[in-house]
């Protein structure tokens, strides 16, 4: 969460070099933007074999959008959510094997004993003829081990990887102090397999139940994930007054929060930087003040072919698009494209067009495509 957020900026480098990228304004931005529908508070989408796009909604609907005809089906059967603060329907993610057995994955904020917390289910999609469906058999395969008042920082990321392991960004509800607990999963990045049990080959496999969960710990709220060409794992999150990442994933890492980072605390207490400890794994890049990460993609494909192998951050204290170029293991801000208004889930489809939707309760769902 961010309290104060500023289009200004200063990138630096771990290493401390600072980046100046460039700036495009709406007038020059550098694609297509075409509007598709509108949606009240939408987090999330996703691609169906037939073209189709579901897109969540915070307050628990599940919208089922045809491209070609604009037009936006409801699909029902989803869980009840915490709608409240950040909490609500969260993201939503295809089965590797789709399209023989139609599961999709969701992860929402649930109520519970102490306040809420962060949840992933599976259900079968069932579509009908008139543009909507409806989920059955839905299954809880993770919980936050814990909850929480507040309605913050729930993140819940979902994301299959080349194994067929399923990857969830676990946030800290604003915790804090869990991200550093290894009997907890909040603050940390998870990997399952698609029923849910823990991956095997786990870094912490062997140290108990949650941490059999764990791939990596101390994170605050990431709430980007995606692979490279490489099949390393690139992960965004937000920092609290200054300090949001971007962080390449490896086993066993530990990224700090809330022993460093590169920001205060809300009230201007300090942290210590990342320098300050070797042992923990600093970020590639940071943001002090903050463009507030709300998704995160490695583009791949070809219709902007400039941009292939970079991170395309959706930002919602930034209003747009910030561009990373990442060279080997380093990552540097190449541009900032405004799009004017705070951006928060961003997909690339099977054709290499860029999807965005914009945060808030008349959200346009916005395919970008060269001009």
């Keep these: ?69 604009k037009a936006k089906g409801t699909i029902t059967g989803v869980p009840a959510v915490a709608y409240g603060g950040q909490g609500g329907l969260h993201d939503v993610a295809l089965h590797p094997q ?100 823990a991956f095997a080959g786990n870094p912490f496999a062997s140290q108990g139940t949650i941490q059999a969960q764990i791939w990596s710990l101390g994170h605050r709220n990431p709430l980007g994930i995606d692979w490279d060409a490489q099949g390393r794992l690139w992960e965004v999150e937000m920092g609290p007054m200054g300090g949001d990442e971007l962080n390449l994933i490896q086993s066993g890492a530990n990224y700090g929060w809330p022993v460093v980072c590169e920001g205060r605390h809300y009230d201007g207490r300090t942290i210590p930087k990342h320098s300050t400890r070797p042992d923990i794994a600093p970020p590639k890049a940071f943001w002090v003040p903050v463009i507030s990460p709300a998704g995160l993609i490695i583009y791949k494909g070809d ?47 099977k054709d290499g067009a860029i999807w965005v939707i914009e945060d808030g309760p008349s959200g346009r769902l916005l395919k970008l495509t060269p001009n």
């Design 1 to 69: 969460m961010h309290f104060a957020l500023s289009v200004t900026y200063a990138l630096a480098l771990v290493t401390g070099a600072l980046a100046v990228p460039s700036q495009l304004d709406t007038r020059q931005q550098p694609f297509k933007s075409t509007p598709i529908t509108d949606h009240s508070e939408p987090w999330a989408i996703a691609f169906l074999p037939d073209n189709r796009v579901l897109v969540t909604e915070r307050r628990g609907n599940l919208r089922l959008v045809d491209p070609t005809t």
């Design 98 to 197: 789709y399209a023989d057995n139609s599961i999709i994955y969701l992860s929402y904020a649930e109520s519970g004993s102490g306040g809420a917390g962060g949840a992933v289910a599976r259900a079968k999609l069932t579509l009908d003829s008139n543009g909507g469906g409806a989920l059955s058999g839905l299954e809880v395969i993770w919980r936050h081990s814990q909850k929480a008042s507040g309605g913050l920082q729930f993140a819940c990321r979902l994301l299959f990887g080349p194994d067929g392991a399923l990857w969830i960004s676990s946030g800290e509800i604003n915790q804090m102090t869990p991200a550093q607990s290894m009997t907890s999963n909040l603050g940390k990045m998870i990997k399952l397999y698609e029923n849910g049990t």
């Design 303 to 349: 219709l902007f072919p400039n941009w292939k192998g970079n991170a395309i951050i959706s930002a919602l204290g930034a209003q747009g698009l910030v561009r990373v170029t990442i060279t080997g293991d380093t990552a540097a801000e190449a541009q900032r494209i405004s799009m004017g208004k705070r951006m928060r889930g961003i997909r690339e489809d």
